[in-house]
Nanobody, 123 residues
Framework: VQLQASGGGMVQPGGSLKLSCTCS????????VAWFRQAPGKEREFVSH????????DYADSVKGRFTISRDYAQNTVYLQMNSLKPEDTAIYYC?????????????????WGQGTQVTVSS
């Protein structure tokens, strides 16, 4: 299993970051992929997911209209474009591969997890 998240960093409020989740073809083929995040002292929460064919893209209410998920099949990579970032977006962001091609919001349904990438939004 090979799943790696990258692209995190520190940005000012209102700024943008683009996260990448690269996985091996064996890990990601035919599976939905999601982003979750965990802030200090809080439970892990769903951010967004994209189905295998990209027909379904779901977002948490807190990021809807600001974040966009997409996937590049040639590169076996899923992206999370994050715009208009807020301090409350500060967290470690994890990508995960679902057990099915459809995906969902529940972390228990995700079989593989990346190591996480830190996003800090601060002035």
């Amino acid at each position: 299993v090979q799943l790696q998240a990258s692209g995190g960093g520190m940005v000012q409020p209102g700024g943008s970051l683009k996260l990448s989740c690269t996985c091996s073809r064996r890990t990601c083929s035919n599976n939905a992929v999601a982003w979750f995040r965990q802030a200090p002292g809080k439970e892990r929460e769903f951010v967004s997911h994209i189905s295998w064919r990209g027909a379904t893209r779901d977002y948490a209410d807190s990021v809807k209209g600001r974040f966009t998920i997409s996937r590049d099949y040639a590169q076996n990579t899923v992206y999370l474009q994050m715009n208009s970032l807020k301090p409350e977006d500060t967290a470690i962001y994890y990508c995960a591969v679902h057990r099915s091609s459809v995906g969902g919001r529940f972390d228990k349904d995700y079989a593989y997890w990346g190591q996480g990438t830190q996003v800090t939004v601060s002035s």
